[in-house]
């Protein structure tokens, strides 16, 4: 009897080192490819980050630019700085994002487009300031921007919708949950974001 229970427990530690080294086996490559797609879309969403930044960028030179007409609506620029420094100010930790992150990200972002337009659309206005060459580089800068955002964006929703489908998807969604790889937001476009940025020329 002791010899049959020594047996058992042999046999038992036997199965569970096969059944251990069949679970690293399987495992090991799924948590390797969740680590590569998640690290693609912190990727993808710093690359969204980076175009948003070369925007925000412009805007010093677009006050100075604008500034130099003295007629001009101080009211329209101020809107447009004071967006700027909203949309600079909000920043998401991709590790750990949240759609109420992405959503406070895209709102503050939203409103500096809003009062670029609005900027813009006043400019008509001012003839000297259109024609400006200083005027025209932020034009020509500003839709290249505005392209690059558009492109990034979608390429971060592809590598946003990838991986959330395999964390999603049978058995993988088992090990996701007990690894806590997280669904992460997508980026969902504004009214109108399908089209090219809007800019005045004479």
Do not use: H
């Not at 709102?107 to 001012?126: C, D, H, I, N």
């Amino acid at each position: 009897m002791k010899n049959k229970g020594c047996l058992s427990a042999g046999t038992l530690g036997i199965a569970l080192l096969v059944i251990l080294g069949l679970l690293l086996v399987w495992g090991v490559p799924k948590y390797n490819n969740l680590v590569k797609q998640e690290q693609n879309v912190n990727t993808k969403w710093s690359n969204v980050e980076t175009v948003y930044q070369k925007r925000a960028n412009l805007i010093p030179n677009l006050e100075r630019t604008v500034k130099s007409y003295a007629q001009f609506e101080q009211e329209t620029l101020t809107g447009v700085v004071e967006a700027r420094s909203k949309a600079t100010s909000v920043t998401i930790d991709p590790t750990n994002m949240t759609e109420a992150d992405m959503a406070k990200f895209q709102a503050a972002q939203g409103e500096l487009s809003g009062a670029l337009s609005r900027l813009m659309a006043v400019v008509e206005q001012y003839p000297n300031l259109k024609a400006d060459q200083q005027y025209t580089n932020f034009q020509r800068e500003y839709t290249a921007i505005e392209n690059s955002i558009r492109a990034e964006t979608v390429t971060y929703n592809g590598s946003v919708q990838e991986y959330n489908t395999t964390i999603k998807s049978f058995p993988t969604n088992i090990f996701a949950n007990f690894t806590n790889f997280k669904e992460k937001p997508l980026f969902k476009a504004a009214a109108g974001a399908e089209n090219a940025p809007e800019v005045f020329t004479e």
